[in-house]
Structures are given as structure tokens and as C-alpha cells.
């Protein structure tokens, strides 16, 4: 795992960080290319489990590389597409070279779209390989969960987010909808997931 210089360590107290960066110029994703990500997100949200409840998912997602298995929900990875592989790229030369797999998610602020708290799911996922996450479109607040606090980082266009692993297991992570959130948010999530089968 390693950092571009112009990232940022947040320490959260508890002997664990985040990481906080945004992503070069170049790889702006504005305009044009925002729409043809948008306009790939799947017709329905996903259902996902919690016990015995299955819930429809208050967000589109989609897995492309790699299959994601999580909250009781596989998402069955379509392959990487062009728009999506300068990220891909860039986040393994800049952060971990491990990283192979891309979840897409897709937040209307019409529809009130958002994330729960959790904890990444480990299922195979390389163990300490770090999460990232790149913000694209409108802003949200993506919260850390420090014991009983919530540790707020303002999302923007670019702006990049990395949980390294042990932070994962000790912390959880979620971007409510919060009254005055609108437009449209894309969060590109990447992950390293092995290639060993499942034990
Ligand atoms: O949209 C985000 O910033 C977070 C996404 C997330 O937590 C996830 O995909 O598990």
C-alpha cells in the first residue's frame, strides 16, 4: 500500500486511519463522461439481505473485473469497461497493485440513495489490501463509525477515500442521505479480491 504525496493520513484515535486524496486532473471524470457512467447503472437496485429480511438495496450497484459477494448478495461481475479502466489503473500503480475488482454505485439524490453502515465484507478479498473509493458528481458526506462517533469527510467530484483493511475490520463506513443532499453521485469502489478459491 502505498500513497500519491498529496494524500492525507487521518488518524482516527483508535491506532487506525483513513486516507483522504482526490484524483489528477487528467482522470477528471466531468461532463460527458459522467453521463455514459450514469446511464450504466442496472434498471433495478439489487436486493440484499440482512438475516432473514431481504431488502431492496436504496442505491444501484454493479461489479465489473471481479464478483462481490456481500450482504448476502453476489454481484456478478460484468467485464472492466473502458471508462472505468484509467481508475482501475491508476489506483494500482498509485495504491496497491493487488487491486483487480470495481464496484460501482449509483446515488440519486431524488431517491433518497445512500449506503448503510457496515464493514466491507472480507469474501475474497485479499486480506490487507486496502478499499478505495473515488467520489464522482455531486457531493456527500461519507462517515467513519469510531466507536459511538461519527467522523464526517466531505465527499466531492475526485475526491478519493482509502480504508486500509485493518481500519475496515475495526471501523465501519456509510454515506446517508442527509436533508439538502441532491444530484447524482457515482462511487467507484475498488478492492483486491484473490484468485484462490474460497476456503
Ligand atoms: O459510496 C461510497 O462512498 C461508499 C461505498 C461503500 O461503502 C461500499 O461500496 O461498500
Known amino acids: 500500500m502505498s500513497f500519491p504525496s498529496n494524500f492525507h493520513a487521518h488518524a482516527l484515535g483508535t491506532g487506525h486511519t483513513v486516507y483522504t486524496g482526490a484524483l489528477p486532473r487528467e482522470l477528471l471524470f466531468a461532463g460527458d463522461r459522467f453521463e455514459e457512467l450514469w446511464a450504466m447503472h442496472p434498471a433495478d437496485p439489487p436486493v440484499v439481505a440482512f438475516g432473514e429480511k431481504r431488502l431492496v ?108 483493511d485493518a481500519t475496515n475490520k475495526k471501523h465501519a463506513h456509510s454515506v446517508p442521505h442527509r436533508p439538502g443532499d441532491t444530484g447524482r453521485r457515482i462511487s467507484v469502489t475498488l478492492r483486491g479480491f484473490s484468485d484462490e478459491p474460497a476456503k
Open 57 to 164: 438495496a436504496p442505491r444501484w450497484h454493479q461489479a465489473f473485473g471481479r464478483d462481490y459477494e456481500f450482504a448476502g448478495f453476489t454481484s456478478r461481475a460484468a467485464p472492466v469497461p473502458p471508462i472505468l479502466a484509467p481508475l482501475l489503473a491508476w489506483t494500482r500503480a498509485q495504491v496497491d497493485e493487488r487491486i483487480n475488482g470495481v464496484l460501482v454505485n449509483w446515488y440519486d439524490g431524488e431517491r433518497e440513495h445512500r449506503i448503510a453502515q457496515h464493514k466491507d465484507s472480507p469474501i475474497g478479498r485479499i486480506p490487507g489490501c486496502p478499499i478505495v473509493t473515488i467520489s464522482l458528481g455531486a457531493t456527500r458526506t461519507f462517515l467513519m463509525h469510531v466507536r459511538k462517533r461519527e467522523l464526517p469527510f466531505v465527499v466531492g467530484d475526485r475526491d478519493v477515500v482509502v480504508i486500509p
